[in-house]
């Protein structure tokens, strides 16, 4: 019969196998993890053209503690692979050819091009009420509809129009389940027009329209330009269409030359336009 100072030894020899065989363990599982660790700091050594000017740093933090350097290499990844616009939880198809428009007549065209702030709100509303006080009417009339709204810089707004009189049509992507979906644009007046570039390529001036951008000018004197984008929901979402209205600020309000670079070569030389020049900007873009 075992004594229960005999249990009692058995019972620390146990925990200390056990201790020995946790520590063991621990060991193993810490030198797979660095030598995955090490494996992925070669990895990025080739792949990655910045590495020498934050190696020490990277060294460091894969010394120090090789579960949280594969931590942080895991999770950007993650967020390399994930698209910057566009839907993420619901991933949206290219658009369908759609029926072409109904052709409008030349009042019809040039009244559409025109629309005037008046059509929208009153403007004794805003007559007396500074640049910010307007941007706030502006965008609680609209918090409810479905359409995406903005307030541009009046100098914003003048190297918009200059560069749409020697750019007036151009094309952006946007993400879709399988890739990227061309989207074109053409200035008309105070307007914008979007069609997906499949649709205008098959009805030409008749292709229906995806999104529309009209700014009024009625505000200009107070620094202002009211942005308005009505957009069909069987082609875009808002998020999508908010992500083309950015593209086209990032474009036709900077002077970005990569960007300026990529109008003039659509424009003048199409034969040396690359598709995938803007598919890198957007993918490229801090938003």
């Known amino acids: ?10 019972l620390l020899q146990s925990r200390r196998l056990a201790g020995h065989q946790l520590t063991t363990k621990r060991n193993i599982q810490m030198s797979s993890v660095r030598e995955r ?27 120090s503690s090789p579960e949280e350097f594969l931590s942080r290499l895991q999770k950007a990844e993650k967020q390399k ?7 993420t939880e619901v991933q949206r198809d290219y658009s369908e050819l759609l029926k072409p428009k109904s052709p409008l007549g030349t009042e019809a065209t040039r009244d559409g091009a025109h629309r005037k702030l008046s059509d929208i709100m009153r403007l004794e509303l805003v007559e007396d009420k500074s640049a910010d006080d307007i941007k706030h009417l502006w965008f609680e009339y609209h918090k409810h509809k479905d359409v995406i709204t903005a307030a541009i810089p009046a100098d914003q707004y003048k190297l918009m129009m200059d560069l749409a009189l020697k750019y007036p049509i151009f094309i952006f992507p946007i993400p879709r389940s399988q890739g990227y979906e061309f989207i074109m644009l053409q200035f008309a007046g105070n307007t ?96």
């Open 37 to 63: 660790s090490e494996k992925a700091l070669e990895e990025m050594k080739e792949k990655n053209p910045y590495f020498e000017k934050y190696a020490n740093k990277i060294a460091s933090v894969q010394q």
């Open 1 to 10: 019969m075992a004594t229960f100072a005999s249990v009692r030894q058995f």
């Open 192 to 287: 914008v027009h979007f069609t997906p570039l499949l649709s205008y390529q098959v009805h030409k001036e008749n292709a229906p329209e995806c999104l529309n951008l009209t700014m009024f000018t009625e505000c200009q004197d107070k620094g202002i330009i009211l942005m308005r984008g009505e957009f069909d929901t069987n082609v875009l979402n808002a998020q999508e269409a908010q992500c083309l209205a950015n593209q086209l600020q990032l474009y036709y309000s900077q002077n970005n030359v990569t960007k300026l670079q990529l109008l003039d070569t659509f424009t003048k030389n199409p034969d040396k336009f690359k598709h995938m020049d803007i598919i890198e900007e957007l993918n490229n873009l801090k938003i």
């Open 81 to 87: 692979n994930k698209p910057k616009f566009g839907p």
